[in-house]
T-cell receptor
Framework: GDSVTQMEGPVTLSEEAFLTINCTYTATGYPSLFWYVQYPGEGLQLLLK?????DKGSNKGFEATYRKETTSFHLEKGSVQVSDSAVYFCALSAVYNFNKFYFGSGTKLNVKP | ETGVTQSPTHLIKTRGQQVTLRCSSQ?????VSWYQQALGQGPQFIFQYYREEENGRGNFPPRFSGLQFPNYSSELNVNALELDDSALYLC?????????????????FGSGTQLSVL
């Protein structure tokens, strides 16, 4: 069945460091891929998305490229800030039901000043 | 802020009891999905409601049930609570356009209801 695997955390970085959070997926057909962010005490917020192979999603300095050949959607940011500290979830929406999302287990990012 | 509101924000129940969680969807949305997020895990799809009918279900037993009302708000009911039901329950609203795929950007999550089963 459809599933998402992402790197375990926590990831601790100093401000202005480069961030990579790995995400790979298993799916039937060509799903849409997402990164969501969850701040403490809040629901999930969409960070970025990509709907087809080779698409690059980007938002607030974060980027991820839909790689069909490696079934990956790694999240990157060139220079993290303390305010980026949160839990990041990689997700896919099933081809046969676009409103059903499969989430990874989340990666907690801690950014130190 | 998404416009999706859930109530209550926190709830404590004992094993064997029943619980009802509520969700008001974003204005203009007609589809509601429920997710269970255990501590340290990603959300797991419970089920989805569209046009007041269940429209897809994850791997959850029948004691998890739901309703959607004509105003598109929704309830999640859990009977015979078990300790493992302790989790954050998230509601997400979206727009489904007939038989076409919804605009997948428009999936908005509420802040959730934290359920503790003792």
């Amino acid at each position: 069945g459809d599933s998402v695997t992402q790197m375990e955390g926590p990831v601790t970085l100093s401000e202005e460091a480069f961030l990579t959070i790995n995400c790979t997926y298993t799916a039937t057909g060509y799903p849409s891929l997402f990164w969501y962010v969850q701040y403490p005490g809040e629901g999930l917020q969409l960070l970025l998305k990509a709907t087809k192979a080779d698409d690059k999603g980007s938002n607030k300095g974060f980027e991820a490229t839909y790689r069909k050949e490696t079934t990956s959607f790694h999240l990157e940011k060139g220079s993290v800030q303390v305010s980026d500290s949160a839990v990041y979830f990689c997700a896919l929406s099933a081809v046969y039901n676009f409103n059903k999302f499969y989430f990874g287990s989340g990666t907690k990012l801690n950014v130190k000043p | 802020e998404t416009g999706v509101t859930q109530s209550p924000t926190h709830l404590i129940k004992t094993r064997g009891q029943q619980v009802t969680l509520r969700c008001s969807s974003q204005s203009g949305h007609n589809t509601v999905s429920w997710y269970q997020q255990a501590l340290g895990q990603g959300p797991q799809f419970i089920f989805q409601y569209y046009r007041e009918e269940e429209n897809g279900r994850g791997n959850f037993p029948p004691r998890f049930s739901g309703l959607q009302f004509p105003n598109y708000s929704s309830e999640l009911n859990v009977n015979a609570l078990e300790l493992d039901d302790s989790a954050l329950y998230l509601c997400a609203s979206s727009l489904t356009l007939g038989t076409l795929a919804a605009d997948i950007e428009k999936l908005f999550f509420g802040s959730g209801t934290q359920l503790s089963v003792l």
